[in-house]
C-alpha cells in the first residue's frame, strides 16, 4: 500500500507521478519564494493535475512550512493523489535556533516515525501543536521521509538526520528521499543508509540529474537505488535535452526501472498562480512528449507511473492490519509476476538480479581484530573487491522474498579468512537460508544471549538460521565462496550491530589442520549495545 496525505491506496491507484513538488514551502534560503497562500497553491496544483499528473509527492519536511490541513484539502478537492513527507532538510534550511536542532538523533527518530504512523503537526513551528486532519477527520499521515545533504558535505546534524530517518525506516519501511545538492556524494549517501539498515531500494536521491552522468546513474540503479530527475526548465544551467539525453542513456544501461520525473519548481516567482513562470504545467505539456519521444512509451510508463508506485509501495496498509489473521484471497488484486533467476557458478553472476552491492577491502575497516594486519593489507589490495551480492527483489512488500548470490573472495587478514561485515536482521524474527554453491565457507552465528555455532558449508550444503541469530560468512578455502541465499523482503539488516558488540563471540582462524575458532577477547556481548536495532 501507498500512504497518502488522504489515507492508504493500492499501488495500482497511483497513477502518473511528479515525484517532486512542494504546495507550502517557507525557507530562509529562498526569502521572496515563499510558498504559503492556499488559494494560489490549489490553483498552481490544479494546472499540475490538469497537464497530465494523476499524483504528485510533497517532500516538504518538518519545520519549512508545511500546511498539512490544507495539503490534505486541496487533494481532496482536485482529486489530485498527494504523498506527504516528514524529515528534515539540510542546515542551510533553518534559522539557527529552529527547535529540530536541539533534538537528538532518537527524538527525530521518533517524530519522523509519528508523523508516519500517528500523523503530522499541525504546525511546524509548535511541536506540541497535535495531529493535522484530512477532510474526513482522519489523519494526515506522511508517506516518505525526507532528508537533505550540502555539496559534497555532510554535517554533523545532516549525518544525526540521516541516522534518525533510518531509524524511523526501520519501524515503518517508509521510503527515504536524500536531497543531494546539485547531484554529489549519491554513493557516500547510499552507503551511509545501508550501514543504518535502509536497503537501497527504498532510497531516492533526488536531483541526481544536476549532475547529469548516465553511467554513474546507472551504477547507482544497479546497485537498487531510485533516480530522482528534477532539474527541468533550467536552461541556464543547461537545456532540458542534456538530461532527456541522460535519462534516456541511463534508461538503456540498465536504470530505466528506477528513474522518477519531478519538477521541483518551488518558487513563488516561478508559480503561475503566483504571478511567476513556468508553473507546474511545464513538466506535463513540455518535457512529458519529449520524453515520450526520446525512451518510448514503455520506458516513459516505467518513469511515470510504475517506479514511483514500487517505490512507495511500502505499507502493509490499515485494511491489512485490521485483517491481518484472515486468509489471503485466492489472488491479491495486484499480482507479481513469477520471475526467472539462473545462477553461473564459475562468474558468481546471479542473472535476473536487480540490485548488486559491493565492498572492497578498503572498507571493512572495523572487522577484523587485527588491526596492522588490515591495514597493511588494504596498501596492497585495498581497492580489490572483498564480496559483492547479487539480488532479486521482484515482491517488495510483505510475504516477498529476497532472493540472492553473495561471492566472497579467498584471503586472509593476519590469522582471521576474509569474511563478510554480518547482520541480525531488522525484524529479529526473520530467518535466512543459505545453500553452497562453490567454494568453502563457514557460516558462523552469534545468539543475542550468548550461543555461538560455526557451521561448514560446502557445495550442495545449506544452512537456515533462524530468526535471533546475528551470522556472517567466512570462506575458509582457496576459491570463491558463492552462496544463494534467501530471506524475507520486509526482514532488513542492522551492519552496525556486530560493531558495537566488539565483533562477534567467536573468531574463524587458520589452524594447524584447516580452519578453527577460538574465543573473541573483544567482544563485549550484545546486551551491552543496547541490543538490536527493532523495527517496532
Given at each position: 500500500?501507498?500512504?497518502?496525505?488522504?489515507?492508504?491506496?493500492?499501488?495500482?491507484?497511483?497513477?502518473a507521478?511528479?515525484?517532486?513538488?512542494?504546495?507550502?514551502?517557507?525557507s530562509?534560503?529562498?526569502?521572496?519564494?515563499?510558498?504559503?497562500?492556499?488559494?494560489?497553491?490549489a490553483?498552481?496544483?490544479?494546472?499540475?493535475?490538469?497537464?497530465?499528473?494523476?499524483?504528485?509527492?510533497?517532500?516538504?519536511?518538518?519545520?519549512?512550512?508545511?500546511?498539512?490541513?490544507a495539503?490534505?484539502?486541496?487533494?481532496?478537492?482536485?482529486?489530485?493523489?498527494?504523498?506527504?513527507?516528514?524529515g528534515?532538510?539540510?542546515?542551510?534550511?533553518?534559522?539557527?535556533d529552529?527547535?529540530?536542532?536541539?533534538l537528538?538523533?532518537?527524538e527525530?527518530?521518533?517524530?519522523?516515525?509519528?508523523?508516519?504512523?500517528?500523523?503530522?503537526?499541525?504546525?511546524?513551528?509548535?511541536?506540541?501543536?497535535?495531529?493535522?486532519?484530512?477532510?474526513?477527520?482522519?489523519?494526515?499521515?506522511?508517506?516518505?521521509?525526507?532528508?537533505?545533504i550540502?555539496?559534497?558535505?555532510i554535517?554533523?546534524?545532516?549525518?544525526?538526520?540521516?541516522?534518525?530517518?533510518?531509524?524511523?525506516?526501520?519501524?515503518?519501511?517508509?521510503?527515504?528521499?536524500?536531497?543531494?545538492?546539485?547531484?554529489?556524494?549519491?554513493?557516500?549517501?547510499?552507503?551511509?543508509?545501508?550501514?543504518?539498515?535502509?536497503?537501497?531500494?527504498?532510497?531516492?536521491?533526488?536531483?541526481?540529474?544536476?549532475?547529469?552522468?548516465?553511467e554513474?546513474?546507472?551504477?547507482?540503479?544497479?546497485?537498487g537505488?531510485?533516480?530522482?530527475?528534477?532539474?527541468?526548465?533550467?536552461?541556464?544551467?543547461w537545456?532540458?535535452?542534456?538530461?532527456?539525453?541522460?535519462?534516456?542513456?541511463?534508461a538503456?544501461a540498465g536504470?530505466?526501472?528506477?528513474?522518477?520525473?519531478?519538477?521541483?519548481?518551488?518558487?513563488?516567482?516561478?508559480?503561475?498562480?503566483?504571478?511567476?513562470?513556468?508553473?507546474?504545467?511545464?513538466?506535463?505539456?513540455?518535457?512529458?512528449?519529449?520524453?515520450?519521444?526520446?525512451?518510448?512509451?514503455?520506458?516513459?510508463?516505467?518513469?511515470?507511473?510504475?517506479?514511483?508506485?514500487?517505490?512507495?509501495?511500502?505499507?502493509?496498509?490499515d485494511?491489512?492490519?485490521?485483517?491481518?489473521?484472515?486468509?489471503?484471497?485466492?489472488?491479491?488484486?495486484?499480482?507479481?509476476?513469477?520471475?526467472k533467476?539462473?545462477?553461473?557458478?564459475?562468474?558468481?553472476?546471479?542473472?535476473?538480479s536487480?540490485?548488486?552491492y559491493?565492498?572492497?577491502?578498503?572498507?571493512?575497516?572495523?572487522?577484523?581484530?587485527?588491526?596492522?594486519?588490515?591495514e597493511?593489507?588494504?596498501?596492497?589490495?585495498?581497492?580489490?573487491?572483498?564480496?559483492?551480492?547479487?539480488?532479486?527483489?521482484?515482491?517488495?512488500d510483505a510475504?516477498?522474498?529476497?532472493?540472492?548470490?553473495?561471492?566472497l573472495?579467498?584471503?586472509?587478514?593476519?590469522?582471521?579468512?576474509?569474511?563478510?561485515?554480518?547482520?541480525?536482521?531488522?525484524?529479529a524474527?526473520?530467518?535466512?537460508?543459505?545453500?553452497?554453491?562453490?567454494?568453502?565457507?563457514?557460516?558462523?552465528?552469534?545468539?543475542?544471549?550468548?550461543?555461538?555455532?560455526?557451521?561448514e558449508?560446502?557445495?550442495?550444503?545449506?544452512?537456515?538460521?533462524?530468526?535471533?541469530?546475528?551470522?556472517?560468512?567466512?570462506?575458509?578455502?582457496?576459491?570463491l565462496?558463492?552462496?544463494?541465499?534467501?530471506?524475507?523482503?520486509?526482514?532488513?539488516?542492522?551492519?552496525?550491530?556486530?560493531?558495537?558488540?566488539?565483533?562477534?563471540?567467536?573468531?574463524?582462524?587458520?589452524?594447524?589442520?584447516?580452519?578453527?575458532?577460538?574465543?573473541?577477547?573483544?567482544?563485549?556481548?550484545?546486551?551491552?549495545?543496547?541490543?538490536p536495532?527493532?523495527?517496532?
Open positions: 500500500m501507498i500512504r497518502t496525505a488522504l489515507g492508504d491506496i493500492r499501488a495500482d491507484q497511483l497513477g507521478t511528479d515525484y517532486h513538488e512542494h504546495a507550502f514551502q517557507v530562509p534560503l529562498l526569502p521572496g519564494d515563499e510558498l504559503d497562500d492556499e488559494a494560489a497553491s490553483a498552481e496544483l490544479e494546472q499540475l493535475r490538469d497537464s497530465g499528473f494523476a499524483a504528485m509527492i510533497d517532500p516538504t519536511p518538518v519545520g519549512l512550512g508545511r500546511r498539512s490541513g495539503l490534505a484539502r486541496i487533494s481532496a478537492e482536485l482529486s489530485l493523489t498527494v504523498v506527504a513527507s516528514t528534515m532538510h539540510r542546515d542551510a534550511h533553518y534559522a539557527a529552529h527547535w529540530l536542532f536541539s537528538g538523533e532518537r527525530l527518530g521518533e517524530l519522523f516515525t509519528s508523523e508516519i504512523e500517528a500523523g503530522v503537526l499541525v504546525r511546524d513551528d509548535d511541536p506540541g501543536s497535535g495531529v493535522a486532519s484530512a477532510p474526513s477527520g482522519a489523519p494526515v499521515r506522511a508517506g516518505l521521509i525526507k532528508a537533505g550540502d555539496y559534497w558535505r554535517t554533523a546534524q545532516e549525518r544525526k538526520t540521516l541516522a534518525a530517518a533510518a531509524a524511523a525506516h526501520r519501524r515503518t519501511n517508509a521510503p527515504v528521499m536524500v536531497h543531494l545538492e546539485s547531484g554529489s556524494a549519491a554513493w557516500e549517501v547510499l552507503d551511509l543508509l545501508r550501514d543504518l539498515g535502509v536497503g537501497a531500494d527504498a532510497i531516492l536521491l533526488a536531483h541526481i540529474d544536476r549532475n547529469p552522468d548516465p554513474l546513474h546507472a551504477s547507482l540503479a544497479r546497485a537505488a531510485y533516480l530522482g530527475y528534477d532539474g527541468f526548465a533550467r536552461s541556464r544551467r537545456p532540458d535535452s542534456v538530461l532527456l539525453g541522460c535519462l534516456g542513456a541511463a538503456s536504470a530505466a526501472e528506477r528513474i522518477l520525473l519531478g519538477g521541483d519548481v518551488a518558487r513563488r516567482t516561478r508559480y503561475v498562480a503566483y504571478g511567476g513562470m513556468p508553473g507546474l504545467r511545464y513538466l506535463g505539456e513540455r518535457v512529458v512528449r519529449r520524453l515520450h519521444d526520446a525512451v518510448g512509451g514503455e520506458v516513459a510508463e516505467l518513469v511515470l507511473v510504475h517506479n514511483p508506485a514500487r517505490l512507495l509501495s511500502r505499507f502493509l496498509g485494511h491489512y492490519q485490521r485483517n491481518r489473521s484472515r486468509t489471503m484471497s485466492i489472488e491479491p488484486r495486484t499480482l507479481t509476476e513469477p520471475v533467476l539462473t545462477i553461473r557458478p564459475e562468474a558468481g553472476v546471479l542473472a535476473g536487480n540490485e548488486r559491493e565492498k572492497r577491502v578498503r572498507e571493512l575497516a572495523g572487522v577484523y581484530r587485527d588491526e596492522a594486519a588490515f597493511a593489507l588494504t596498501v596492497r589490495r585495498g581497492d580489490e573487491l572483498a564480496y559483492r551480492v547479487e539480488s532479486n527483489t521482484t515482491q517488495r510475504g516477498g522474498l529476497v532472493t540472492g548470490l553473495s561471492v573472495s579467498p584471503g586472509r587478514v593476519g590469522e582471521e579468512y576474509f569474511m563478510t561485515r554480518g547482520h541480525l536482521h531488522v525484524r524474527e526473520c530467518g535466512e537460508t543459505y545453500l553452497g554453491v562453490t567454494g568453502t565457507g563457514v557460516m558462523l552465528l552469534d545468539s543475542l544471549g550468548g550461543r555461538s555455532h560455526a557451521i558449508i560446502l557445495p550442495g550444503e545449506a544452512v537456515y538460521v533462524p530468526g535471533g541469530w546475528v551470522h556472517r560468512s567466512v570462506n575458509v578455502g582457496e576459491d565462496l558463492v552462496t544463494l541465499f534467501c530471506y524475507p523482503a520486509e526482514a532488513g539488516q542492522d551492519y552496525q550491530l556486530i560493531g558495537r558488540a566488539g565483533g562477534m563471540s567467536q573468531l574463524v582462524v587458520a589452524g594447524a589442520t584447516g580452519w578453527t575458532t577460538r574465543p573473541n577477547p573483544d567482544h563485549l556481548g550484545y546486551a551491552a549495545t543496547g541490543g536495532r527493532t523495527s517496532s
